[in-house]
């Protein structure tokens, strides 16, 4: 028997900004949430290449840049695409429910 996934709500969906990340925290781990065609992505917050924090980036479409050195990653995937970055950050499953943002501390 598996047992269900708990699901905690960190954000409203009008919080989160469509080119801005934004900054919640779970289980003591900074999440990056983002807004990308009426969907809610999260990745870890931290550029894997200069440790910087991504939610002080900006991110146009399903691209996040790094503020600190320009690296870039898949919010979708947490796929590096450019560099200086090559190793890929992690991503996290988000629920929508009336316009609440649940993340799975069972993720983080």
Known sequence: MTA???WIKVARLEDIDATIPYLVELNNR???LYRAQDVVFATDDTCSHAEASLCE???HG???TCPRHGGQFDIRTGQAVKM?????IDVF???VEDGDVFLS???A
């Open 105 to 107: 501390p069972d993720d």
């Open 57 to 59: 980036g900006e991110y």
């Open 62 to 64: 399903y691209i996040v």
């Open 30 to 32: 900074a999440i990056a």
């Open 4 to 6: 269900s996934k708990t």
């Open 93 to 95: 499953p988000v629920r």
């Open 84 to 88: 200086p970055a090559i190793v890929p």
